[in-house]
């Protein structure tokens, strides 16, 4: 029933700018909160974003504070993370999260930042 799907990923070069997307189906999308974490090769998932159900408050980890930003648009369903001055570190899989139940993850976008 719940279904995440993430798109926008691809590659970029180092410094550039890329936009991932998540689009939300079958729960309350604006009942919950939303988050975004990345998995690197041979590195464990990590949390790098989130965002309350209303986008009142915002919350990054430091490696992202100040270059990623997180929104959402609770009519369309989405919740996206506008990633800025990429840095090679930044590759890796980008995943979207709802926290509902046991947790529920889309697919993954892959990210990779080369030049």
């Known amino acids: 029933q719940v279904q995440l799907v993430e798109s926008g990923g691809g590659l970029v070069q180092p410094g550039g700018s890329l936009k991932v997307s998540c689009s939300g189906f079958g729960f309350t999308f604006s009942g919950y909160a939303m988050s975004w974490y990345r998995q690197a090769p041979g590195k464990e998932r990590e949390l790098i974003a989130r965002?309350?159900?209303?986008?009142?408050?915002?919350n990054y980890t430091d490696a992202v504070k100040g270059r990623f930003i997180i929104s959402r648009d609770n009519v369309k369903k989405t919740v996206s993370l506008q990633m800025n001055s990429l840095k090679p570190e930044d590759t890796a899989v980008y995943y979207c999260?709802?926290?509902?139940?046991?947790?529920?993850w889309g697919q993954g976008t892959q990210v990779t930042v080369t030049s």
């Open positions: 999260y709802l926290a509902r139940g046991a947790g529920y």
């Open positions: 965002i309350d159900n209303f986008g009142l408050r915002r």
